[in-house]
């Protein structure tokens, strides 16, 4: 069978790529070209693991929601090809600015809508022109609805009127990363829950549903802390006040869902 990575199975114990379900990352890794400054980034960690354990060198890493680029400059370092989209053209520009020419590989990156079919034939274009068919890993970190704005444009997802309706569009990127993604490939997505009017709702787990409608195989569940949440911050005190005299837990984790394309 094909092997998934480059890991070094001959010096496994010495690997630094983790195998367990439960991701505590005390801080958030300050090396390489991370700023940070994103409200809503995700820390390194996440998509050099996903990197490490679900690509090999010179594949090619798509990244639908690039946000700040953590997942572009872990991708170079990892040295991987890399193609990421934005809704938000501020974004693209800062990120672009960051990444440096290379003669190996790639990295090309596109204002767009990923839910829209345009964008798909824009990324296949880029795909072609690099003489490559499809992409090898997809890693999908969207807003978590409403909770965060990024910006006032209409299809970026945090615009979603509806929980249902965030999901309706979700679906679509979906779409876009199935029809981009190499069979027997992989796909990461990273997404926490959200509270409203008094009631959890489970994102992550209807995240996951939608996958598995497009015919995603779930491989694996990884529940991750939220260290050092922004909107939190120094707030820990009136977080648990408010748990304690009400029925609700205060969110600590968040999903990183692994699926598998058959
Ligand atoms: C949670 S952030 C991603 C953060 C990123 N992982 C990082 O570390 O900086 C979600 C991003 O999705 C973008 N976005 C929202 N809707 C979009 C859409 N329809 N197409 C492309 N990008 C979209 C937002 O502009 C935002 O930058």
């Given amino acids: 069978m094909d092997r998934i990575n480059?890991?070094?199975?001959?010096?496994?114990?010495?690997?630094?790529?983790?195998?367990?379900?439960?991701?505590?990352?005390?801080?958030?890794?300050?090396?390489?070209?991370?700023?940070?400054?994103y409200h809503g980034n995700f820390v390194p960690q996440v998509p050099r693991q996903l990197i490490k354990k679900f690509s090999k060198q010179g594949d090619v890493v798509l990244d639908l929601f690039l946000g700040?680029?953590?997942?572009?400059?872990?991708?170079?370092?990892?040295?991987?090809?890399?193609?990421?989209?934005?809704?938000?053209?501020?974004?693209i520009f800062h990120v672009e600015s960051k990444l440096d020419k290379h003669d190996k590989y790639f990295y090309e990156l596109l204002i767009g809508d990923s839910m829209s079919q345009e964008t798909e034939s824009e990324i296949k274009d880029v795909l072609n022109k690099h003489k490559k068919k499809s992409a090898q890993l997809?890693?999908?970190?969207?807003?978590y609805a409403d909770i965060i704005k990024f910006s006032q444009y209409k299809n970026d997802l945090s615009s979603a009127k509806s929980p249902s309706d965030f999901l309706q569009m979700f679906s679509k990127v979906l779409t876009t990363a199935k029809n981009l993604l190499e069979k027997d490939k992989y796909l990461a997505i990273v997404i926490g829950d959200a509270y409203k009017q008094s009631e959890w709702i489970p994102l992550g787990f209807y995240c996951m549903s939608e996958a598995q409608k497009l015919g995603f195989t779930v491989k694996s569940?990884?529940?991750?802390?939220?260290?050092?949440?922004?909107?939190?911050?120094?707030?820990?005190?009136?977080?648990?006040?408010?748990?304690?005299?009400?029925?609700?837990?205060?969110?600590?984790?968040?999903?990183?869902?692994?699926?598998?394309?058959?």
Avoid: C
């Fill in 221 to 262: 569940i990884v529940v991750k802390n939220m260290a050092g949440n922004r909107g939190k911050q120094n707030k820990e005190g009136i977080w648990k006040y408010r748990s304690l005299a009400n029925d609700y837990y205060v969110f600590k984790h968040e999903y990183v869902i692994i699926f598998k394309k058959p």
């Fill in 6 to 37: 480059d890991i070094d199975l001959k010096n496994w114990k010495e690997s630094d790529v983790w195998t367990d379900s439960l991701w505590i990352i005390n801080e958030r890794d300050k090396n390489g070209k991370h700023d940070g400054f």
């Fill in 68 to 91: 700040s680029g953590t997942t572009a400059y872990e991708a170079e370092a990892l040295k991987r090809n890399f193609i990421g989209v934005d809704i938000v053209p501020e974004m």
């Fill in 138 to 143: 997809v890693i999908l970190h969207p807003p």
